[in-house]
């Protein structure tokens, strides 16, 4: 089983509407959760870190649940710019190695 | 002013050529990074570096070969390279081994 887990996608919505989106992480020792982002032959950018008592930035809330040890990331009135690949990342379980582990990434393509 | 910045944008060379990728960061961080991310773009983490001391050293074949000569550069030196390195690599930094990292754009490597 990967480490970090994603539904590739793509997730087609229309403009304004609400998607959520999901990622499973393997090791119940995991601390640290982010959301990127990353847009088409760009590079990728923190959308945001995920707390335990989940938070909010604008249309964007996400979401931590350890007993299931998944993340959401909710997108509310979808633009047209959120049309992205949006990456899950979680801190490695082995505090040995200190790194973060990036999943495959959910695509969103946001339609007018 | 680029945060994290690394040349060249494109590189495209003949197998069994050597290259080298640079990176530089101004954000005064102390923790430098290179990723692999292959057409599925499965982003891979190859090293890091935090404070000029390798602290993450992946399965990666010994042709590839990281320099950090201070803590606001860290090279990529690419031996034989071989038609499975076509990619895109991404230098990153943070500030601390686990926050949150700043990407560079990438440089798209293709071998023919």
């Known amino acids: 089983r990967k480490e970090v887990e994603q539904d590739p996608g793509p997730f087609n919505v229309p403009e304004g509407a609400t998607v959520a989106f999901n990622c499973t992480y393997s090791?119940?020792?995991?601390?640290?959760f982010f959301w990127y982002r990353q847009d088409c032959r760009k590079e990728p950018k923190l959308l945001m870190s995920?707390?335990?008592s989940g938070n909010e930035d604008g249309r964007f809330t996400a979401q931590l649940n350890r007993a299931s040890q998944y993340i959401s990331l909710l997108i509310r009135d979808s633009k047209l710019s959120d049309s992205a690949t949006y990456l899950c990342?979680?801190?490695?379980?082995?505090?040995?190695?200190?790194?973060?582990?990036f999943g495959s990434g959910t695509r969103l393509q946001v339609q007018p | 002013d680029t945060a994290v910045s690394q040349t060249p944008k494109y590189l495209v060379t003949q197998m069994g050529n050597d290259k080298s990728i640079k990176c530089e960061q101004n954000l005064g961080h102390d923790t430098m990074y290179w990723y692999k991310q292959d057409s599925k773009k499965f982003l891979k983490i190859m090293f890091s570096y935090n404070n000029k001391e390798l602290i993450i050293n992946e399965t990666v074949p010994n042709r590839f070969s990281p320099k950090s000569p201070d803590k606001a550069h860290l090279n990529l030196h690419i031996n034989s390279l071989e038609l499975g390195d076509s990619a895109v690599y991404f230098c990153?930094?943070?500030?601390?081994?686990?926050?949150?990292?700043?990407f560079g754009d990438g440089t798209r490597l293709s071998i023919l």
């Open positions: 990153a930094s943070s500030q601390g081994p686990v926050q949150p990292q700043h």
């Open positions: 090791n119940s020792a995991s601390q640290s």
């Open positions: 995920v707390y335990s």
């Open positions: 990342v979680v801190r490695s379980a082995d505090t040995g190695r200190r790194a973060l582990t």
